[in-house]
Each structure stands twice: as C-alpha cells, then as structure tokens.
C-alpha cells in the first residue's frame, strides 16, 4: 500500500528566508505525480506545486521548488523568501491513477513565518 | 470558472440524525472526490464519483454514502450520526485524464453534539 509521511508536525521561519519541508513516500508504481498542496485558516486546500515521476527535473514554481528524489522516494518542498502569507498546513500528496483518483495525504506540516 | 462549492460551510447535528453535504464541481470536472479531515485521522479518502458511478471507496463503515447527479454535483450522506464524524468534508473536483490535479472546496465543518 501506498503511503506518504511528513515527520515534521511544525517548521518556523523568519520572513524573506528559505525553508525546506520535508516527506517520503513509499509506493511500488513507476508512474505517479506527487503534489505539495497548502492549507490556510480558510481550510481551502491550494495546490502549490506539482511532480510528475517521469520527468527528472525538479518542478518550480516562483518562490516554490521542490528536491525530487525517486530513488529515495523522497519529495521536499522549499520556500524562498518566506511571506507572512505562507503560513499555513501544508500537505503533500501522492497519486496514481488506477481508474479512478484517490490522493493519498501525508499528516500535514505546520509553516509558521515570524515576522 | 467558479470553484468548486460546498454546501453548507458549518452544520451541527444531534448523534443518530442524519446529514447531507452537497458539492458542486467545476464546469467540465466529472470527477468528484470526497475527504474527511480530522486531527486524529488527518485526510481520508471516502469516495470518488465519476459520471454518476462510484469508481473506489475508502474504509469508511456503511453509514457514508453518496452520488453524484446528471450534472456531476455530488451529495453524500452520513447515517446514524456518531460523535467521531464530527470533522472537515472536502470535497474535489478534477478533469479526466493523467495530468490533471484535484481541484477542492472550502469544505463543511459538521460538528456533532
């Protein structure tokens, strides 16, 4: 079964700097695509970024990129120039489409940015 | 495109009531998911419905269900409300096809008392 972990429950970080969230996953699929999604106190879930397994490059988007590591199963989020905007839970996401869709979350990590 | 619409935001119901969530997807998604957060359990998967038919299911008991109608909104129902479904529904939408991702809802906070 496939699983998705996110071993830091919370993460801080002073704005304008650059923070790294980390998660693993463990799946036995070649083909699937892997999402970093940010939850504010509005609870609307955001896609922020997202990778596709086949592609090597890490994907980037504005402040947003990601460490893609297939071998290791391992997919980590950076933040540049951390805003006071960007706090918020933010999950990471693992999918594979099988006939139908189903995201399988990690636990969820807690971005504090201090001013 | 509007987003996807959940209805209602905040709803509280009585343990053995009965419940209905509705979402409406955006305008060409035929798949709609359906999640439960809690801060014990984290997201869940309950359902996904795509062109009115339940394609998987989560390992949720008997009392959730759901549908989807004509239009690809989709409802779901919990039964015989106990105090542990208390939580964030979210629901999601997302096109037909490998590359797309899920689109999601503001969600409905059922508290039950």
């Known amino acids: 079964a496939q699983t998705v972990t996110q071993s830091q429950p919370e993460m801080s970080v002073q704005e304008a700097e650059t923070v790294t969230l980390s998660c693993t996953y463990d799946?036995?699929?070649?083909?699937?695509?892997l999402f970093w999604y940010k939850q504010p106190p509005s609870r609307q879930m955001i896609l922020v970024i997202r990778?596709?397994?086949?592609?090597?490059q890490n994907a980037t988007e504005n402040r947003f990129s990601v460490n893609f590591q297939k071998a290791a199963k391992s997919f980590s989020l950076k933040i540049s120039d951390s805003q006071l905007g960007d706090a918020a839970m933010y999950f990471c996401?693992?999918?594979?489409?099988?006939?139908?869709?189903?995201?399988?979350f990690g636990t969820g990590t807690r971005l504090k940015v201090l001013a | 495109k509007a987003g996807v619409t959940q209805t209602p935001r905040y709803l509280i119901k009585t343990r053995g009531q009965q419940v209905t969530l509705s979402c409406s997807p955006i305008?060409?998604?035929?798949?709609v998911s359906w999640y439960q957060q809690t801060p014990g359990q984290g997201l869940q998967f309950l359902f996904e419905?795509?062109?009115?038919?339940?394609?998987n299911k989560g390992n949720f008991p008997g009392r959730f269900s759901g549908r989807q109608f004509s239009n690809s909104r989709s409802e779901m129902n919990v039964s015989t409300l106990e105090l542990g479904d208390s939580a964030l529904y979210l629901c999601?939408?997302?096109?037909?096809?490998?590359?797309?991702?899920?689109?999601f809802g503001q969600g409905t906070r059922l508290t039950v008392v």
């Open positions: 996401a693992y999918d594979v489409f099988s006939g139908t869709y189903k995201y399988i």
């Open positions: 990778q596709e397994a086949y592609k090597q």
């Open positions: 305008s060409g998604h035929r798949s």
């Open positions: 799946t036995s699929e070649s083909d699937y695509y």
């Open positions: 999601a939408s997302r096109e037909e096809g490998s590359n797309t991702e899920a689109f």
């Open positions: 419905y795509f062109s009115e038919t339940q394609r």
